[in-house]
């Protein structure tokens, strides 16, 4: 089985700053794009940010100059830097990952289980 796990979130003042990171883990044999989406109350999921697994990276106009996102492959593992928190920030954010588990021919899109960000003003 293969797992995507965040961790990072929580409650921030506005201003404030925040790392989200995200590992997958189990029976992963590579992983193509990765990346950040967010969900606010009331509102579809969109896309935050987004990175190839050659660094190429893809940013929110709303998120622009704030966020940063990266990643390590030797770790299985994506980061979403968060800076200049604002509370219209506050949402679930979920990891997003294309992978090839072990003995399969295709990569598949995995999600995380989300992680609270909350942004007081």
């Known amino acids: 089985q293969v797992q995507l796990v965040e961790s990072g979130g929580g409650l921030v003042q506005a201003g404030g700053s925040l790392r989200l990171s995200c590992v997958a883990s189990g029976s992963v044999f590579s992983i193509g794009a990765m990346g950040w989406y967010r969900q606010a109350p009331g509102k579809q999921r969109e896309p935050v940010a987004t990175?190839?697994?050659?660094?190429?990276?893809n940013v929110a106009d709303s998120v622009q100059g704030r966020f940063t996102i990266s990643r390590d492959n030797a770790k299985n593992t994506v980061y979403l830097q968060m800076n200049s928190l604002k509370p219209e920030d506050t949402a679930v954010y979920y990891c997003?990952?294309?992978?090839?588990?072990?003995?399969?021919?295709?990569?598949?899109?995995?999600w995380g289980q989300g992680t609270q960000v909350t942004v007081s003003s």
């Open positions: 997003n990952a294309g992978l090839r588990r072990v003995g399969s021919t295709y990569h598949y899109t995995y």
């Open positions: 990175i190839t697994n050659g660094g190429s990276t």
